[in-house]
């Protein structure tokens, strides 16, 4: 399997994957760590993470992939939502907790 199919698997195999650097416990940049808190605060508790600073390969590709070129980045349903500034716009708005209950009910 290629890295991008990968990725892809990864995406497809979970309703929200958050790509970051570092982990939830233990974020390795303020902006995963604010995304991470903007998901918790929006009700999600069960959802993908991928250590990008554990995976080069992905850290490398991911942005190709998804043609945005920063971490952290978040996939709900397949679709990339975006960085840390998105999400914590769709926060303040309401907008997360919304997509974040429409998955729970999945």
């Known amino acids: 399997m ?27 940049c303020g902006f995963s760590s604010r995304t991470v808190a903007a998901l918790r605060d929006a009700g999600a508790s069960d959802y993908r993470t991928i250590n990008v600073l554990e995976m080069p390969e992905i850290r490398a590709n991911l942005p190709r992939f998804s043609n945005w070129p920063t971490f952290p980045q978040l996939f709900i349903h397949g679709e990339l939502i975006g960085g840390c500034d998105i999400t914590l716009e769709l926060h303040e708005s309401g907008e997360l907790a919304r997509m974040v209950a429409e998955v729970l009910e999945a």
């Open 2 to 28: 290629s890295i991008l199919e990968h990725i892809q698997a990864e995406i497809d195999g979970h309703a929200i994957v958050l790509f970051m650097k570092g982990t939830p416990q233990f974020p390795m």
